[in-house]
């Protein structure tokens, strides 16, 4: 009807914002919880942290002599440093972005420094873990590979990998985690290893006869492994053609260890600790327009004993395989 006031009269009907802010997908921060070696009693602030291990002698399984003295044995050990870096990350946001934002700027900024210091640091640790030097190939495949490049698409982790790696780290008297390893998985690898896998065999979190203490991501226990599930499991892009070059196949490591495998170390001078501290930059513009906010550690990880880490490449059937 004429007259009648609709919404193509005025310009008074908008849009709504919804004033909670929502972020990107994230995946837990997990390779941190194996580090299990840190400074106990450390003597001095330093560039690094020096741990020392003594070395068992040799068992003395002959008879001794009876007027003749024993032959003493010198002892000796070996030692790991791991050395402090510096680690930071910062955003700078406007005294008119505040103004005018419908959203609390402040309180997202300070959730994705806080989640990227996390992240960081993750990934810190997943390359550590990736430089081991006990490296094993999937058997899934009708031949077994004998290096990252000569990793094929059929090559995906098999049970007999697991049990494998099991027994060498049993036969290197590497301790548990309270009567289990740690394996970090990748979700492409966890999908073909449980599918092919007797369920059986399988014992999920919600079944332990001891629930406590269940590892964040973790999905299962086989074998002895206590597995983690994560999408940061360490994934070497494009490194395998299956012949001995470097393809289209995707390498994916899978992570299982014991205790003492991986060692941290961390300034507590300054504010600093075993995680990174958020800080509130100085304000240095004239006008006070520009607040900086960001992250900082002073720490470092390392390998502390070798012979308590393995690493199973493979493929996946679900992953960049041709």
Known sequence: MAGETTT???????VAFDRLAYFALRSELLFDQAADVQPVAQAMPGTGVTFTIFNDIAAATSTLNEVTDVTPTALSDSQVTVTLNEYGNAV???????GTAFLDVDSA?????????GDSMDQVVREVLAGGSNVAYATGGSTDPSSRTTVQAEDILAANDVRKVVAQLRAANVPTFNGSYIGFIHPDVSYDFRSATDAAAWRTPANYVDPTGIYNGEIGLFESVRFIETPRAKVFTNASDGSGST???????THIMGRQALAKAFSTQDGNGAMPKVVRGNVTDYLMRLQPLGWYWLGGYGRFREASLRRIESSSSIGANS
């Open 109 to 117: 900024a300070a959730n994705i420094i806080g989640y990227n210091a």
């Open 92 to 98: 700078v946001t406007t005294a008119k972005l505040r």
């Open 247 to 253: 393809g289209t196949i995707d390498v994916y490591c």
């Open 8 to 14: 193509s009269s005025l310009s008074i009907d908008q």
